[in-house]
């Protein structure tokens, strides 16, 4: 089975860092293009951060900067590193696979939550 | 404030057929291919269309996608009780290298 777990959420203070991992089984990780993508509390979705198959990353004006995204593909490994944190980077954050290209993301994990608050 | 503009809400009895509206710009869905997801309380969201209407294994041919210029819908046949969730369309931008979203439409199933 596809999967993908989020893991290191949590609560930090403003201007703190966090390291979010995903742990991708069940598919062939290195293959893929694989990308951060963010739920505010009122619901809204934003796309956070990608890493091509080549190494390539790429971020909104809203995280870059401040995140930086990596993975390891011996060990089927995303990350998420988050700099400087701010209040509006309060949300869930879903590491999601592109499997279909062109941005359509098939697979995605639960999630986890940051919150970030004083 | 969404980049693509969905309906709030949404509503319609079992059975009926229901369309969700998705409206861009020339930058995404009028150089891009649409995307919808679908988002139960708690869950992560499922894609549920791709490359405008096309639909990955497993999701019934009651939905289907569609796009014409910049803008794009959804459409839902047959609906039932346990559609009920909140659809999200969002596509390619090229300004910014990375996808948009819709803000999310919540559909209800009266």
């Known amino acids: 089975e596809e999967q993908l777990v989020e893991a290191g959420g949590g609560l930090v203070q403003p201007g703190g860092s966090l390291r979010l991992s995903c742990a991708a089984s069940?598919?062939?990780?290195?293959?893929?293009?694989m990308h951060w993508v963010r739920q505010f509390p009122g619901k809204g979705l934003e796309w956070v951060a990608l890493?091509?198959?080549?190494?390539?990353?790429?971020?909104p004006d809203s995280v870059k900067g401040r995140f930086i995204i990596s993975r390891q593909n011996v060990n089927t490994s995303l990350y998420l590193q988050m700099n400087s944190l701010r209040d509006g980077d309060t949300a869930v954050y879903f590491c999601?696979?592109?499997?279909f290209g062109m941005g359509a993301f098939d697979i995605w994990g639960p999630g986890t939550m940051v919150a970030v608050s004083s | 404030q969404s980049v693509l503009a969905q309906p709030p809400s949404a509503s319609g009895t079992p059975g009926q057929r229901v369309t969700i509206s998705c409206s861009g710009g020339?930058?995404?869905?009028?150089?891009?291919?649409v995307n919808w997801y679908q988002q139960f309380p708690g869950k992560a969201p499922k894609l549920l269309i791709y490359?405008?209407?096309d639909r990955p294994s497993g999701v019934p041919d009651r939905f289907a996608g569609s796009k014409s210029g910049t803008s794009a819908s959804l459409a839902i046949s047959g609906l039932q009780s346990d559609d009920e969730a909140v659809f999200y369309c969002?596509?390619?931008?090229?300004?910014?290298?990375?996808?948009?979203f819709g803000g999310g439409t919540r559909l209800t199933v009266l």
């Open positions: 020339r930058s995404n869905i009028g150089s891009n291919t």
């Open positions: 069940g598919f062939t990780f290195s293959d893929y293009d």
């Open positions: 999601v696979c592109e499997g």
């Open positions: 969002s596509a390619w931008d090229d300004n910014l290298n990375g996808p948009v």
């Open positions: 890493i091509t198959t080549d190494g390539d990353t790429h971020y």
């Open positions: 490359n405008n209407h």
